[in-house]
């Protein structure tokens, strides 16, 4: 069976420092992928980014970075010198290379404040 | 592009009536995924299709809803009767390959 946990509920920063959210996973599959997807107060789920279990290497898109480490089964989203427009839920989710589901995480609550 | 096009956005209506959620995928994706979203159940996927065909249903709460995808640009989700309990948000997603696209959802609230 696949899990994803999102320890952190709720986090509350002031606009310009770095956060970082944690996505730790489980699953017996050797092939299998990794998405963050953002939910802002307007309600719609937005896809960030999808990683696959053989390529650990970490990617940075702007302000967003993402540290994938297999020997951890973490999967962290960081966001540098956050924004009011980063508020939001963040969702980490799993899907394995044979399934079609994906297993979400409970999410994390991020609150940028002035 | 088009995303995934989904209406209502809002629907109000009363316990006992039936209720139908519509949904437009991406063109091309030929994956279609039901979800429904509470604050105290998180994230459910209610039933999947793969070319118009039912995959899994096995999320689906109770008879009292059915989902069908006559074609590969529509699905409804259908809920009859309607219960309190069934307020909540639903989302329609489509997929090609690995990552799912969602609609903007439907918010549901039966009185």
């Known amino acids: 069976a696949q899990k994803v946990t999102q320890a952190q509920t709720e986090i509350s920063v002031v606009e310009k420092e770095d956060v970082t959210l944690d996505c730790v996973y489980e699953?017996?599959?050797?092939?299998?992928?990794l998405f963050w997807y953002k939910q802002p107060p307007s309600g719609e789920l937005v896809f960030l980014i999808r990683?696959?279990?053989?390529?650990?290497q970490n990617e940075i898109s702007g302000r967003y970075s993402w540290n994938f480490q297999k020997s951890t089964s973490s999967f962290n989203f960081t966001i540098t010198a956050s924004q009011v427009v980063d508020s939001a839920v963040y969702f980490c989710?799993?899907?394995?290379?044979?399934?079609?589901?994906?297993?979400f995480g409970t999410g994390t609550q991020l609150k940028v404040e002035l | 592009d088009a995303g995934v096009i989904q209406s209502p956005r809002h629907e109000v209506t009363e316990m006992g009536q039936e209720v139908t959620l519509r949904c437009k995928p991406i063109?091309?994706?030929?994956?279609l995924f039901w979800y429904r979203q509470t604050m105290m159940r998180g994230l459910e996927l209610l039933i999947y299709?793969?070319?118009?065909?039912?995959?899994?249903d096995s999320g689906m709460p109770e008879d009292r809803f059915s989902a069908k995808m006559p074609n590969a640009s529509f699905s409804t989700l259908k809920i009859q009767p309607s219960e309190p309990r069934d307020s909540a948000v639903y989302f329609c997603?489509?997929?090609?390959?690995?990552?799912?696209?969602f609609g903007p959802g439907t918010r549901l609230t039966v009185t």
């Open positions: 299709f793969n070319n118009n065909v039912p995959i899994d």
């Open positions: 990683r696959n279990s053989f390529d650990e």
């Open positions: 989710a799993l899907k394995t290379g044979g399934g079609n589901k994906l297993t």
């Open positions: 063109s091309g994706h030929d994956y």
């Open positions: 997603a489509s997929r090609a390959t690995y990552e799912q696209y």
């Open positions: 699953t017996r599959d050797t092939t299998y992928y």
